[in-house]
């Protein structure tokens, strides 16, 4: 069975770096099958699509949050990453990775909560 | 606010059926058959029942359907059941960015 987790540092003040790692379980994030997503929630707020990394490392971002971010993966460790530089008090949100095939996102992890505050 | 519309909560009874619409434009859900439905438990990681519009993926109860017309896309529940309990939301491919949207999502109360 696939499974994805997520991790990382729980609370973040605003401009520092928010580092997620997800580490995928039952898949190959090598396979040229699928593409690998990150998506987050902000508390009572609506799905927002963050971007996706492919095997080869090519990426898509949604161009509101482009500027502050980076994806990148590492196939030996099975375990792709998000990076989201000068974050503010609106980039607190429940974080998740996912596995995406053809237009629909297959295995999600759980989730994590980030809250960015001062 | 979400780029999809969906109704904040439906409730049913068991044994019952419902139904959860999910609205966009002519760029997303009219424009494709690429919507897809998530089932999430709080907590858990949310999980795909339909995609394709009405395609269910190996292991989903056939309770579960999905259709559309124009730019309404609708998640049907039959034989409600009180595992069925949960926030459901949406998806759609889109031609603009951010190339995928989401709903609000809805939440689902087992009477």
């Known amino acids: 069975q696939v499974q994805l987790q997520e991790s990382g540092p729980g609370l973040l003040k605003p401009s520092q770096t928010l580092s997620l790692t997800c580490t995928v379980s039952g898949a190959s994030i090598s396979s040229g099958d699928f593409y690998w997503t990150w998506i987050r929630q902000p508390p009572g707020k609506g799905l927002e699509w963050i971007g996706y990394i492919f095997y080869s490392g090519t990426t898509y971002y949604n161009p509101s949050l482009k500027s502050r971010i980076t994806l990148s993966l590492d196939t030996s460790k099975n375990q792709f990453f998000l990076n989201l530089r000068s974050v503010t008090a609106a980039d607190t949100a429940v974080y998740y990775c996912a596995r995406g095939i053809t237009t629909y996102f297959d295995f999600w992890g759980q989730g994590t909560l980030v809250p960015v505050s001062s | 606010q979400s780029a999809l519309t969906q109704p904040a909560s439906v409730s049913g009874s068991p044994g019952q059926s419902i139904t959860i619409s999910c609205t966009g434009t002519n760029r997303d859900v009219g424009a494709y058959k690429f919507v897809s439905w998530y089932q999430h438990h709080p907590g858990k990681a949310p999980k795909l029942i339909i995609f394709d519009v009405s395609k269910r993926p190996s292991g989903v109860s056939n309770r579960f359907s999905g259709s559309k017309s124009g730019n309404t896309a609708s998640l049907t529940i039959s034989g409600l059941q009180a595992e069925d309990e949960a926030d459901y939301y949406c998806?759609?491919?889109?031609?603009?960015?951010?190339?995928?949207?989401f709903g609000g999502g809805t939440t689902l109360t087992v009477l």
């Open positions: 998806s759609s491919y889109t031609s603009s960015s951010p190339y995928w949207v």
